[in-house]
Protein backbone atom coordinates (compact mmCIF):
# COMPACT_ATOMS: atom_id res chain seq x y z
CA UNK A 1 0.00 0.00 0.00
CA UNK A 2 1.37 3.32 -1.08
CA UNK A 3 3.04 5.73 1.81
CA UNK A 4 0.07 8.19 2.43
CA UNK A 5 -2.52 5.41 2.44
CA UNK A 6 -1.18 3.77 4.85
CA UNK A 7 0.00 7.32 6.89
CA UNK A 8 -3.76 7.23 6.99
CA UNK A 9 -4.56 3.22 8.10
CA UNK A 10 -2.14 3.98 10.71
CA UNK A 11 -3.58 7.87 12.05
CA UNK A 12 -7.17 5.62 11.83
CA UNK A 13 -5.99 2.68 13.68
CA UNK A 14 -4.58 4.63 16.59
CA UNK A 15 -7.90 6.46 16.99
CA UNK A 16 -9.65 3.39 17.45
CA UNK A 17 -7.38 1.45 19.95
CA UNK A 18 -7.97 4.79 21.88
CA UNK A 19 -11.92 4.55 21.31
CA UNK A 20 -11.79 1.06 22.54
CA UNK A 21 -9.76 1.98 25.58
CA UNK A 22 -11.78 4.68 26.52
CA UNK A 23 -14.82 2.93 26.32
CA UNK A 24 -13.49 -0.36 27.83
CA UNK A 25 -14.82 -1.91 25.07
CA UNK A 26 -15.46 -5.44 26.31
CA UNK A 27 -17.17 -3.43 30.03
CA UNK A 28 -19.14 -1.13 27.46
CA UNK A 29 -20.82 -4.21 25.25
CA UNK A 30 -21.76 -5.64 28.48
CA UNK A 31 -22.94 -2.73 29.83
CA UNK A 32 -25.24 -1.97 26.73
CA UNK A 33 -26.29 -4.93 26.94
CA UNK A 34 -27.66 -4.82 30.72
CA UNK A 35 -29.21 -1.26 29.18
CA UNK A 36 -31.16 -2.60 26.53
CA UNK A 37 -32.31 -5.03 28.78
CA UNK A 38 -33.52 -2.39 31.10
CA UNK A 39 -35.15 -0.04 28.77
CA UNK A 40 -37.27 -4.00 27.55
CA UNK A 41 -38.95 -3.65 31.51
CA UNK A 42 -41.98 -1.53 31.97
CA UNK A 43 -41.45 -0.61 35.32
CA UNK A 44 -38.01 1.39 34.44
CA UNK A 45 -40.42 4.34 33.47
CA UNK A 46 -42.03 4.26 36.64
CA UNK A 47 -39.60 6.72 37.65
CA UNK A 48 -38.69 8.77 35.17
CA UNK A 49 -35.47 10.63 36.03
CA UNK A 50 -34.03 7.12 36.10
CA UNK A 51 -35.65 6.56 32.98
CA UNK A 52 -33.70 9.68 31.59
CA UNK A 53 -30.24 8.41 32.87
CA UNK A 54 -30.81 5.46 31.33
CA UNK A 55 -31.80 6.33 28.17
CA UNK A 56 -28.91 9.18 28.15
CA UNK A 57 -26.05 6.39 28.88
CA UNK A 58 -27.77 3.89 26.37
CA UNK A 59 -27.54 5.91 23.61
CA UNK A 60 -24.20 7.40 25.29
CA UNK A 61 -22.82 3.63 24.60
CA UNK A 62 -25.00 2.86 21.30
CA UNK A 63 -23.54 5.63 19.40
CA UNK A 64 -20.32 5.22 20.58
CA UNK A 65 -19.76 1.29 19.76
CA UNK A 66 -21.62 1.99 16.66
CA UNK A 67 -19.65 4.49 15.20
CA UNK A 68 -16.23 2.61 16.15
CA UNK A 69 -17.75 -0.96 14.62
CA UNK A 70 -18.67 1.31 11.34
CA UNK A 71 -15.16 3.17 11.10
CA UNK A 72 -13.61 -0.81 11.86
CA UNK A 73 -16.01 -1.78 8.89
CA UNK A 74 -15.37 0.97 6.53
CA UNK A 75 -11.21 0.90 6.89
CA UNK A 76 -11.11 -2.69 6.05
CA UNK A 77 -13.51 -2.66 3.00
CA UNK A 78 -11.42 0.80 1.41
CA UNK A 79 -7.96 -0.81 2.46
CA UNK A 80 -9.43 -4.18 0.59
CA UNK A 81 -10.49 -1.34 -2.32
CA UNK A 82 -6.68 0.21 -2.49
CA UNK A 83 -5.21 -3.36 -2.62
CA UNK A 84 -7.00 -4.77 -5.74
CA UNK A 85 -7.00 -1.45 -7.11
CA UNK A 86 -2.62 -1.35 -6.52
CA UNK A 87 -2.58 -5.40 -7.96
CA UNK A 88 -4.61 -4.16 -11.15
CA UNK A 89 -2.61 -0.89 -11.74
CA UNK A 90 -5.86 1.20 -11.47
CA UNK A 91 -4.54 4.29 -9.84
CA UNK A 92 -7.48 6.22 -10.25
CA UNK A 93 -9.42 3.67 -8.10
CA UNK A 94 -6.37 3.81 -5.48
CA UNK A 95 -6.26 7.27 -5.35
CA UNK A 96 -9.98 7.40 -4.73
CA UNK A 97 -9.74 5.06 -1.90
CA UNK A 98 -6.77 6.79 -0.35
CA UNK A 99 -9.05 10.05 -0.44
CA UNK A 100 -11.65 7.79 1.28
CA UNK A 101 -9.12 7.02 3.85
CA UNK A 102 -8.56 10.28 4.42
CA UNK A 103 -11.89 11.63 4.87
CA UNK A 104 -12.20 8.71 7.73
CA UNK A 105 -9.26 9.13 9.18
CA UNK A 106 -10.77 13.07 10.00
CA UNK A 107 -14.40 11.02 11.19
CA UNK A 108 -12.53 8.95 13.46
CA UNK A 109 -10.76 12.08 15.13
CA UNK A 110 -14.16 13.59 15.89
CA UNK A 111 -15.50 10.32 17.10
CA UNK A 112 -12.69 9.72 19.24
CA UNK A 113 -12.92 12.74 21.05
CA UNK A 114 -16.72 12.40 21.26
CA UNK A 115 -15.87 9.06 22.66
CA UNK A 116 -13.22 10.88 25.49
CA UNK A 117 -16.24 12.96 26.53
CA UNK A 118 -17.59 10.39 28.91
CA UNK A 119 -16.87 12.49 32.52
CA UNK A 120 -18.91 12.89 35.28
CA UNK A 121 -20.26 16.24 34.24
CA UNK A 122 -18.49 16.59 30.60
CA UNK A 123 -22.13 16.71 28.91
CA UNK A 124 -22.29 20.28 31.48
CA UNK A 125 -22.31 24.17 30.72
CA UNK A 126 -19.14 25.82 31.86
CA UNK A 127 -17.68 28.43 33.79
CA UNK A 128 -14.03 29.82 32.17
CA UNK A 129 -12.86 32.09 34.54
CA UNK A 130 -9.54 34.48 33.82
CA UNK A 131 -6.93 36.42 35.90
CA UNK A 132 -3.97 38.51 34.69
CA UNK A 133 -0.92 37.37 36.35
CA UNK A 134 1.91 40.03 37.61
CA UNK A 135 3.01 42.21 35.18
CA UNK A 136 0.41 45.38 35.23
CA UNK A 137 -0.34 46.22 31.40
CA UNK A 138 1.14 43.44 29.66
CA UNK A 139 -0.78 40.87 31.90
CA UNK A 140 -4.04 42.26 31.62
CA UNK A 141 -4.11 42.75 27.95
CA UNK A 142 -3.03 39.39 27.56
CA UNK A 143 -5.48 38.28 29.88
CA UNK A 144 -8.36 40.29 27.78
CA UNK A 145 -7.06 38.47 24.60
CA UNK A 146 -7.74 34.84 26.32
CA UNK A 147 -11.11 36.32 26.96
CA UNK A 148 -11.64 36.65 23.29
CA UNK A 149 -9.93 33.30 22.28
CA UNK A 150 -12.33 31.35 24.49
CA UNK A 151 -15.48 33.52 23.67
CA UNK A 152 -14.60 33.14 20.02
CA UNK A 153 -13.67 29.35 20.17
CA UNK A 154 -17.59 29.07 21.69
CA UNK A 155 -18.92 30.71 19.19
CA UNK A 156 -17.46 28.43 17.01
CA UNK A 157 -19.18 25.33 18.34
CA UNK A 158 -22.03 27.39 18.23
CA UNK A 159 -22.21 27.96 21.84
CA UNK A 160 -24.13 31.03 23.62
CA UNK A 161 -21.90 33.06 26.00
CA UNK A 162 -22.43 35.02 28.95
CA UNK A 163 -20.30 37.43 30.90
CA UNK A 164 -20.81 36.83 34.50
CA UNK A 165 -18.18 38.74 35.91
CA UNK A 166 -15.36 41.46 34.92
CA UNK A 167 -13.52 43.89 36.10
CA UNK A 168 -11.51 45.74 33.55
CA UNK A 169 -7.45 46.85 33.87
CA UNK A 170 -6.41 50.07 34.05
CA UNK A 171 -5.13 50.53 30.75
CA UNK A 172 -6.09 47.78 28.70
CA UNK A 173 -7.11 43.97 29.05
CA UNK A 174 -8.99 42.71 32.23
CA UNK A 175 -7.82 41.89 35.62
CA UNK A 176 -10.58 38.73 35.86
CA UNK A 177 -13.42 37.81 34.12
CA UNK A 178 -15.91 35.05 34.15
CA UNK A 179 -17.60 33.74 31.07
CA UNK A 180 -20.38 31.06 31.27
CA UNK A 181 -20.61 28.98 27.93
CA UNK A 182 -24.14 27.03 27.35
CA UNK A 183 -24.06 24.23 24.92
CA UNK A 184 -23.55 20.32 25.05
CA UNK A 185 -20.29 18.99 26.30
CA UNK A 186 -18.88 22.50 26.80
CA UNK A 187 -17.06 21.46 29.90
CA UNK A 188 -15.59 18.49 28.74
CA UNK A 189 -14.27 19.97 25.36
CA UNK A 190 -12.74 22.68 27.50
CA UNK A 191 -11.51 20.99 30.81
CA UNK A 192 -8.13 20.63 29.61
CA UNK A 193 -7.95 24.47 29.29
CA UNK A 194 -6.98 24.68 33.27
CA UNK A 195 -3.75 25.82 33.93
CA UNK A 196 -1.39 29.07 33.16
CA UNK A 197 -1.07 30.50 29.39
CA UNK A 198 2.40 32.08 28.53
CA UNK A 199 2.93 34.98 25.92
CA UNK A 200 5.60 36.25 24.72
CA UNK A 201 6.07 39.27 21.92
CA UNK A 202 7.50 42.43 21.35
CA UNK A 203 5.21 45.01 23.76
CA UNK A 204 2.50 47.49 22.19
CA UNK A 205 2.88 49.16 25.16
CA UNK A 206 6.75 49.40 25.49
CA UNK A 207 8.22 52.62 23.52
CA UNK A 208 11.43 50.82 23.55
CA UNK A 209 9.49 48.00 21.20
CA UNK A 210 11.48 45.18 23.97
CA UNK A 211 10.19 41.86 24.45
CA UNK A 212 7.97 40.80 26.85
CA UNK A 213 6.81 38.02 28.58
CA UNK A 214 3.25 37.40 30.30
CA UNK A 215 1.08 35.22 32.27
CA UNK A 216 -2.44 34.79 32.77
CA UNK A 217 -4.56 32.21 34.68
CA UNK A 218 -7.34 29.80 33.25
CA UNK A 219 -9.53 28.06 35.68
CA UNK A 220 -12.66 25.76 33.80
CA UNK A 221 -15.55 24.29 35.56
CA UNK A 222 -18.66 22.78 35.31
CA UNK A 223 -22.34 24.21 35.97
CA UNK A 224 -24.18 21.71 38.23
CA UNK A 225 -27.86 21.08 38.62
CA UNK A 226 -29.75 20.62 41.57
CA UNK A 227 -29.61 16.99 41.28
CA UNK A 228 -25.84 17.37 42.53
CA UNK A 229 -25.91 18.14 46.86
CA UNK A 230 -22.92 19.94 47.55
CA UNK A 231 -22.91 20.97 51.48
CA UNK A 232 -21.77 24.23 52.41
CA UNK A 233 -21.87 25.46 55.95
CA UNK A 234 -23.15 29.37 56.04
CA UNK A 235 -20.83 30.09 58.68
CA UNK A 236 -17.71 29.00 56.07
CA UNK A 237 -18.86 32.03 53.57
CA UNK A 238 -17.54 35.73 53.20
CA UNK A 239 -20.03 37.23 51.60
CA UNK A 240 -18.77 41.34 49.93
CA UNK A 241 -21.25 43.63 48.06
CA UNK A 242 -19.64 46.03 45.31
CA UNK A 243 -20.67 48.20 42.90
CA UNK A 244 -20.59 46.41 39.58
CA UNK A 245 -18.28 47.26 36.78
CA UNK A 246 -17.88 47.06 32.76
CA UNK A 247 -15.84 48.14 29.79
CA UNK A 248 -16.82 51.15 28.22
CA UNK A 249 -19.41 51.96 31.16
CA UNK A 250 -21.67 48.70 30.53
CA UNK A 251 -23.56 47.25 32.80
CA UNK A 252 -22.90 49.59 35.32
CA UNK A 253 -24.70 50.03 38.34
CA UNK A 254 -25.67 52.74 41.06
CA UNK A 255 -26.11 50.80 43.72
CA UNK A 256 -23.91 47.93 44.94
CA UNK A 257 -25.21 44.96 43.30
CA UNK A 258 -22.47 42.48 42.46
CA UNK A 259 -21.70 39.65 44.86
CA UNK A 260 -18.33 37.96 45.95
CA UNK A 261 -17.81 34.88 48.24
CA UNK A 262 -15.43 33.39 49.74
CA UNK A 263 -15.28 29.99 50.82
CA UNK A 264 -13.06 30.50 53.58
CA UNK A 265 -11.89 26.74 53.92
CA UNK A 266 -10.88 26.48 50.39
CA UNK A 267 -10.16 29.70 49.59
CA UNK A 268 -12.10 29.68 46.63
CA UNK A 269 -13.07 33.29 45.42
CA UNK A 270 -16.15 33.76 43.37
CA UNK A 271 -17.85 37.00 41.82
CA UNK A 272 -20.98 37.95 39.94
CA UNK A 273 -22.04 41.74 38.48
CA UNK A 274 -23.76 39.97 35.41
CA UNK A 275 -27.82 40.95 36.84
CA UNK A 276 -28.57 44.19 38.23
CA UNK A 277 -30.27 42.50 41.20
CA UNK A 278 -28.07 41.42 44.38
CA UNK A 279 -30.42 38.76 44.89
CA UNK A 280 -29.92 37.29 41.50
CA UNK A 281 -25.85 38.27 41.37
CA UNK A 282 -26.06 36.18 44.76
CA UNK A 283 -27.43 33.05 43.31
CA UNK A 284 -25.33 32.82 40.52
CA UNK A 285 -22.37 33.11 43.14
CA UNK A 286 -23.33 30.32 45.41
CA UNK A 287 -24.22 28.32 41.81
CA UNK A 288 -20.83 29.28 41.04
CA UNK A 289 -19.22 28.28 44.62
CA UNK A 290 -20.86 25.03 44.28
CA UNK A 291 -19.15 24.34 40.29
CA UNK A 292 -15.75 25.11 42.10
CA UNK A 293 -16.06 22.71 44.80
CA UNK A 294 -17.60 20.03 42.51
CA UNK A 295 -14.80 20.29 40.18
CA UNK A 296 -12.48 19.84 42.89
CA UNK A 297 -13.67 16.84 43.71
CA UNK A 298 -13.65 15.39 40.19
CA UNK A 299 -9.92 16.43 40.01
CA UNK A 300 -9.46 14.85 43.06
CA UNK A 301 -11.08 11.23 42.21
CA UNK A 302 -9.04 11.72 38.75
CA UNK A 303 -6.02 12.20 40.88
CA UNK A 304 -6.51 9.38 43.08
CA UNK A 305 -7.03 6.90 40.30
CA UNK A 306 -3.91 7.58 38.31
CA UNK A 307 -0.73 9.25 39.93
CA UNK A 308 0.49 9.88 36.67
CA UNK A 309 -1.82 11.71 35.53
CA UNK A 310 -1.65 13.91 38.90
CA UNK A 311 1.58 14.31 38.40
CA UNK A 312 1.38 15.72 34.65
CA UNK A 313 -1.81 17.99 35.72
CA UNK A 314 -1.03 19.57 38.57
CA UNK A 315 -3.03 22.71 38.30
CA UNK A 316 -1.24 25.97 39.98
CA UNK A 317 0.35 29.35 39.47
CA UNK A 318 3.66 29.14 38.10
CA UNK A 319 2.51 25.70 36.16
CA UNK A 320 2.64 26.43 32.10
CA UNK A 321 -0.10 24.48 30.04
CA UNK A 322 0.75 26.78 26.94
CA UNK A 323 2.96 29.20 25.33
CA UNK A 324 2.10 31.53 22.71
CA UNK A 325 5.12 33.60 20.90
CA UNK A 326 4.13 36.14 18.17
CA UNK A 327 7.76 37.45 18.25
CA UNK A 328 10.34 36.93 16.70
CA UNK A 329 8.84 33.78 15.28
CA UNK A 330 5.28 32.54 15.12
CA UNK A 331 4.47 29.31 17.65
CA UNK A 332 1.82 27.81 19.82
CA UNK A 333 3.42 24.88 21.83
CA UNK A 334 1.24 23.16 24.43
CA UNK A 335 3.39 21.87 27.34
CA UNK A 336 1.94 18.67 28.24
CA UNK A 337 1.01 17.24 24.86
CA UNK A 338 3.95 19.09 22.67
CA UNK A 339 1.15 20.27 20.26
CA UNK A 340 1.63 23.38 18.00
CA UNK A 341 0.48 25.79 15.51
CA UNK A 342 2.38 28.02 13.80
CA UNK A 343 -0.68 30.41 13.39
CA UNK A 344 -1.23 32.06 16.20
CA UNK A 345 -3.63 34.13 15.24
CA UNK A 346 -5.41 31.48 14.71
CA UNK A 347 -5.25 29.81 17.57
CA UNK A 348 -5.94 33.26 18.82
CA UNK A 349 -9.15 33.25 17.05
CA UNK A 350 -10.26 30.44 19.01
CA UNK A 351 -8.86 27.66 16.69
CA UNK A 352 -7.85 25.76 19.73
CA UNK A 353 -9.34 22.41 19.37
CA UNK A 354 -6.33 20.58 18.25
CA UNK A 355 -4.60 21.53 21.39
CA UNK A 356 -7.81 20.04 23.54
CA UNK A 357 -8.32 16.88 21.80
CA UNK A 358 -4.54 15.91 22.58
CA UNK A 359 -5.31 16.97 26.15
CA UNK A 360 -8.48 14.83 26.33
CA UNK A 361 -6.90 12.17 24.80
CA UNK A 362 -3.67 12.02 27.08
CA UNK A 363 -5.94 11.82 29.81
CA UNK A 364 -6.92 8.59 28.86
CA UNK A 365 -3.85 7.04 27.64
CA UNK A 366 -1.54 8.53 30.67
CA UNK A 367 1.21 8.91 28.16
CA UNK A 368 3.73 11.55 29.44
CA UNK A 369 5.36 13.44 26.72
CA UNK A 370 8.75 15.68 27.31
CA UNK A 371 7.95 18.80 25.98
CA UNK A 372 10.90 22.05 25.89
CA UNK A 373 9.17 25.12 26.33
CA UNK A 374 10.03 27.80 23.78
CA UNK A 375 11.95 31.24 23.90
Do not use: C
Amino acid sequence: MRAEAQAHVDKINAALALLRRSLDWDRALRRLDELNARVEDPTLWNDAKQAQEVMRERRRLDEAIGATRAIESELSDTAELIEMAEAEGDAEMADEGTAALAALAARADEDKVKALLSGEADANDTFIEINAGAGGTESQDWAGMLQRMYTRWAERHGYKVELIDYHAGEQAGIKSATLLVKGENAYGYAKTESGVHRLVRISPYDSAARRHTSFSSVWVYPVIDDDIDIDINPADLKIDTYRASGAGGQHVNTTDSAVRITHVPSGIIVASQNDRSQHKNRATAMGMLKARLYEAELRKREEAASTDYQAKTEIGWGHQIRSYVLQPYQLVKDLRTGVTSTAPSDVLDGAIDPFTAAALAQRVTGESVEVEDVD
